[in-house]
């Protein structure tokens, strides 16, 4: 059964730093993984995805890896802004529809 | 191109009720996956429906159940309501296969 885990749940920054947030998986037979950016009582908009063939993907300021071997991801976003507030999911998905999601992680940035 | 449309926004029901929320995919999509966010559990696959077929379903009581229509647009419903299925209700369509979700912004249930 997969297992997703994003350690911490929550990271307060300056503004202008440079965040690394992290996902770890338990099933290394993923088919993507995938990042998500929530805000407050909203929906979830899809940020990057990564297929299992990848290594990385990148937009704008954001860059996401990902290891199968070692069953983690990483999300680095760039000089972060206050902006980036939100809370930023993690979810790995298999032969089917079904993601399985972290609890994500909330971000703030404080001007 | 339109997006993931889900209504009703916001619903407040009372114990034992029930309720059905709709989810419109995007044009051309035939996949629509369902998923329950609370505050301790986090977001949880409830089903997926494609080509009016359930493909999958999470672990879930028989009290929650979806169909889908031939346009693609899903239904699901939960009968005999309680207070622990206050939730965000998020909708996902996709195209055939494993593929990126597009989410909905989400029906917003509480139970009183």
């Known amino acids: 059964k997969q297992e997703v885990t994003q350690i911490p749940a929550a990271l307060s920054v300056p503004e202008g730093e440079n965040l690394v947030l992290n996902c770890s998986f338990t099933?290394?037979?993923?088919?993507?993984l995938q990042w998500f950016r929530q805000d407050p009582g909203k929906g979830l908009t899809s940020l990057l995805l990564?297929?299992?063939?990848?290594r990385e993907q990148t937009s704008g300021r954001l860059n996401a890896s990902l290891d199968k071997s070692s069953g983690r991801s990483t999300l680095y976003i760039a000089a972060s802004q206050p902006g980036d507030s939100a809370t930023y999911l993690c979810?790995?998905?298999?032969?089917?529809?079904?993601?399985?999601f972290g609890k994500g992680m909330k971000l703030t940035v404080n001007p | 191109k339109a997006g993931v449309t889900q209504t009703p926004r916001y619903l407040i029901k009372t114990r034992g009720q029930q309720v059905t929320l709709s989810c419109s995919p995007i044009?051309?999509?035939?996949?629509v996956s369902w998923y329950q966010q609370t505050p301790g559990q986090g977001l949880q696959f409830l089903f997926e429906?494609?080509?009016?077929?359930?493909?999958n379903k999470g672990n879930f009581p028989g009290r929650f159940s979806g169909r889908q229509f031939s346009n693609s647009r899903s239904e699901m419903n939960v009968s005999t309501l309680e207070l622990g299925d206050s939730a965000l209700y998020l909708c996902?369509?996709?195209?055939?296969?494993?593929?990126?979700?597009?989410f909905g912004a989400g029906s917003r249930l509480t139970v009183l």
């Open positions: 996902a369509s996709s195209l055939a296969g494993p593929n990126v979700l597009t």
């Open positions: 099933d290394s037979a993923i088919y993507n």
């Open positions: 990564i297929q299992s063939s990848q």
């Open positions: 979810a790995a998905q298999g032969g089917s529809e079904k993601l399985v």
């Open positions: 044009s051309g999509h035939r996949s």
């Open positions: 429906y494609f080509s009016e077929t359930q493909r």
